[in-house]
């Protein structure tokens, strides 16, 4: 099946710094890939919609110059946090959607397929 | 805007008891509805989907849901819990499929705890 991998899972940087989490569909291509961020006990925040070789679409309240998306590729889109706080930190978790030709644009057994995060901890 | 609601944030069942979860949603047409499931640092995992047709959905892990447009709920069910099912409950729900431009709107989670 369709898998996406988060890679680090686990970061830890000290304030000031930037962070880069990459976020790639192993074994489909994904014309689109949304990124979410979830705070303790909460729920997922859609934070942008990435599309392969255009600029992403954040949504509001989300800070484009702060979180910077870029999807260069179809299987691969990272999500750079520039000039961490501690504020910053939470688990980031991205999903893709296989690229599909024709009308049934979703088919098969998931529509999205998630990530595992990337718990960020900025010091 | 679509919205999701989930009234309750933390439930706990005795292993082997049934179980189900509510979800609510506001969407003025045809909602696609689902359910994810998450574990502790975890990703997401999908556990079933509402498109269109039979409106009792199975999904895996022996859970179900029953899409119900008059009370506009999406309530996810499962006969016998297992202690393995514990975790956070995930609905979501995304207006429009058929576009680059639709995007999945998720509920605030209900978390699941299950009694010995």
């Known amino acids: 099946g369709a898998v996406v991998s988060q890679h680090p899972s686990w970061v830890i940087c000290k304030s000031g710094t930037s962070v880069k989490i990459e976020c790639r569909s192993l074994?489909?291509?994904?014309?689109?890939m949304f990124w979410y961020r979830q705070f303790p006990k909460q729920s997922l925040m859609l934070m942008a919609t990435?599309?392969?070789?255009?600029?992403?679409?954040?949504e509001q309240g989300v800070e484009k110059d702060k979180f910077l998306i870029n999807h260069a590729s179809l299987t691969l889109s990272t999500l750079t946090v520039t000039s961490a706080h501690p504020e910053d930190s939470s688990f980031y978790i991205c999903?893709?959607?296989?690229?599909?030709?024709?009308?049934?644009?979703?088919?098969?057994?998931?529509?999205?397929?998630f990530g595992a995060g990337s718990r960020l901890t900025v010091l | 805007a679509q919205s999701v609601t989930q009234p309750d944030i933390h439930i706990t069942v005795s292993e082997g008891a049934s179980l189900e979860l509510r979800c609510n949603y506001s969407?003025?047409?045809?909602?696609?509805l689902f359910w994810y499931v998450q574990s502790p640092g975890q990703g997401l995992q999908l556990l079933l989907k509402?498109?269109?047709?039979?409106?009792l959905v199975q999904g895996i892990k022996g859970f179900e849901a029953e899409f119900k447009r008059s009370q506009s709920s999406f309530n996810l069910r499962k006969p016998s819990v297992h202690w393995s099912d514990a975790a956070e409950y995930f609905c979501?729900?995304?207006?429009?499929?058929?576009?680059?431009?639709?995007?999945?709107?998720f509920g605030s989670g209900t978390r699941l705890s299950i009694r010995p």
């Open positions: 990435s599309n392969e070789g255009s600029k992403a679409t954040y």
């Open positions: 969407y003025g047409a045809t909602p696609y």
């Open positions: 979501a729900v995304a207006s429009v499929l058929w576009s680059s431009a639709s995007k999945i709107i």
């Open positions: 074994d489909f291509q994904a014309t689109t």
């Open positions: 999903s893709a959607r296989e690229s599909a030709s024709g009308s049934l644009y979703y088919s098969g057994a998931n529509v999205l397929t």
């Open positions: 509402y498109f269109s047709g039979d409106t």
